[in-house]
């Protein structure tokens, strides 16, 4: 039981700890080569832990695809975002970002709009 919100992403990567270990171990090897000439559809949400897609994880997500023979295109809303943050100090900026412009910090510019993610076009979809 966690006390709040906060507390939620902490508790689930403990939970996914022995579950992630084990995914790259040896008996997991085969699932290295099943990305081969797969593509990825990645599904972003903007750029920032407090306020979007958290850049560590999202870069993460992107390389494994990468290393593992498989490509990938990335997708976000085109709006505006519902708030953003001033990450050295936590707290909200007045001015509003657009999620798609956002999220290309992550995928150096390659972004296209979710509305374009058409289903048959690829083996996998990322969020």
Do not use: W
């Not at 966690?2 to 689930?12: G, K, N």
């Not at 407090?50 to 290393?67: H, P, T, W």
């Not at 295109?73 to 657009?98: C, I, L, S, W, Y």
């Amino acid at each position: 039981v966690f006390t709040s919100l906060a507390q939620f992403p902490i508790m689930l990567r403990a939970a996914l700890r022995p579950a992630l270990r084990a995914s790259f171990s040896a008996q997991a090897r085969p699932f290295a080569t099943s990305l081969a000439n797969a593509k990825v559809a990645v599904v972003l949400s903007g750029c920032g832990v407090y306020d979007g897609s958290e850049v560590q994880e999202s870069v993460f997500v992107l390389n494994a695809i990468s290393r593992r023979g498989g490509t990938y295109a990335a997708f976000a809303p085109d709006k505006p975002q519902m708030h953003a943050v001033d990450h050295t100090a936590g707290t909200e900026h007045p001015e509003t970002r657009n999620v798609l412009q956002e999220s290309a910090r992550i995928a150096r510019g390659a972004v296209k709009p979710l509305g374009e993610l058409k289903e048959g076009d690829y083996d996998a979809v990322v969020f």
